[in-house]
């Protein structure tokens, strides 16, 4: 069909752009609360989860013909509960971009205080505003495959703060490392956070609707190649932010960054910037729908 223009790697790399957002940057608090050795179990189980919701609503939609995520409710329990989908998840991704908007605006604007070397930051609405002008052309998108840059763009640059995290936590840190927590109000509070890290079951049929030849090995393979590149990515993320900060982690990982005197967390922190940026658009998307 002539929507059908996303090959496998461009599917793959829209899925992993709509689970890596900036939900990435609690992850090391989140380790901080379970440990080291029980945030990886979680980590797992929360992948696993996610992969087999994403497979099993994609197996719903090619059942019952539906190509929207209120439809397959239609199709299960009536016209009303594609209202309610609908209603439910565009209240939730209002909010979503709500905070992707605020989590950028601080973002950039200390990084426009640090780049211009200014006494004083700059007014953090005015950086909202600019903000939102340039990704303007992106907001009125039709399409995932028309995000594809996006994309790739969005998870190199995720990838950047990953790489530096990584690179300070190799180079040692003295404080004590939590490896089991034994404190289960400390696990209630970090296993949402870490589950949250891989929301994508909103873009996944669009993205099997753009897929060209979207048989279910194809989707499959597109599935398991976005949440196993990502579930890397954000483990790696998450430990190495927890060893770098240790009991010191703080809700935004960001905030422990001293990215005025570090060149590699001033990368890191411009490269999570970036992708809060490009993720709007792809969160904007089934709003519109």
């Given at each position: 069909?002539?929507?059908?223009?996303?090959?496998?790697?461009?599917?793959?790399?829209?899925?992993?752009?709509?689970?890596?957002?900036?939900?990435?940057?609690?992850?090391?608090?989140?380790?901080?609360?379970?440990?080291?050795?029980?945030?990886?179990?979680?980590?797992?189980?929360?992948?696993?989860?996610?992969?087999?919701?994403?497979?099993?609503?994609?197996?719903?939609?090619?059942?019952t013909g539906a190509t929207t995520y209120g439809e397959?409710?239609?199709?299960?329990?009536?016209?009303?509960?594609?209202?309610?989908?609908?209603?439910?998840?565009?209240?939730?991704?209002?909010?979503?971009?709500?905070?992707?908007?605020?989590?950028?605006?601080?973002?950039?604007?200390?990084?426009?205080?640090?780049?211009?070397?200014?006494?004083?930051?700059?007014?953090?609405?005015?950086?909202?505003?600019?903000?939102?002008?340039?990704?303007?052309?992106?907001?009125?998108?039709?399409?995932?495959?028309?995000?594809?840059?996006?994309?790739?763009?969005?998870?190199?640059?995720?990838?950047?703060?990953?790489?530096?995290?990584?690179?300070?936590?190799?180079?040692?840190?003295?404080?004590?490392?939590?490896?089991?927590?034994?404190?289960?109000?400390?696990?209630?509070?970090?296993?949402?956070?870490?589950?949250?890290?891989?929301?994508?079951?909103?873009?996944?049929?669009?993205?099997?609707?753009?897929?060209?030849?979207?048989?279910?090995?194809?989707?499959?393979?597109?599935?398991?190649?976005?949440?196993?590149?990502?579930?890397?990515?954000?483990?790696?993320?998450?430990?190495?932010?927890?060893?770098?900060?240790?009991?010191?982690?703080?809700?935004?990982?960001?905030?422990?960054?001293?990215?005025?005197?570090?060149?590699?967390?001033?990368?890191?922190?411009?490269?999570?910037?970036?992708?809060?940026?490009?993720?709007?658009?792809?969160?904007?998307?089934?709003?519109?729908?």
């Open positions: 069909a002539p929507q059908r223009k996303s090959g496998l790697v461009v599917a793959t790399f829209n899925l992993s752009a709509t689970i890596i957002g900036g939900g990435v940057l609690s992850l090391p608090f989140a380790f901080s609360k379970t440990g080291l050795l029980l945030g990886c179990l979680l980590m797992v189980i929360a992948a696993v989860i996610t992969e087999r919701s994403l497979y099993l609503l994609c197996l719903c939609s090619r059942l397959v409710g239609e199709a299960a329990f009536g016209k009303w509960m594609e209202y309610f989908i609908s209603f439910i998840l565009g209240l939730f991704l209002l909010f979503v971009i709500t905070g992707y908007m605020v989590l950028a605006q601080d973002i950039w604007t200390a990084l426009v205080a640090i780049g211009g070397r200014l006494q004083t930051p700059p007014n953090e609405h005015l950086v909202l505003v600019v903000i939102v002008v340039l990704i303007a052309p992106f907001l009125v998108q039709r399409t995932l495959h028309a995000l594809r840059y996006n994309c790739y763009i969005g998870f190199s640059s995720v990838s950047i703060l990953c790489i530096a995290l990584v690179h300070h936590a190799w180079m040692g840190s003295s404080s004590t490392i939590l490896w089991w927590s034994t404190d289960f109000e400390d696990v209630l509070i970090a296993f949402p956070i870490i589950t949250l890290s891989f929301l994508s079951i909103f873009n996944v049929l669009p993205i099997q609707n753009a897929l060209v030849k979207p048989t279910r090995p194809r989707m499959l393979i597109a599935i398991d190649g976005a949440m196993l590149s990502c579930f890397l990515l954000t483990l790696i993320f998450g430990m190495a932010g927890y060893i770098y900060a240790a009991e010191l982690t703080d809700g935004n990982i960001l905030n422990n960054c001293d990215s005025a005197s570090d060149f590699f967390l001033f990368l890191g922190q411009l490269g999570c910037g970036i992708t809060v940026v490009l993720a709007m658009p792809m969160m904007l998307l089934p709003c519109r729908a």
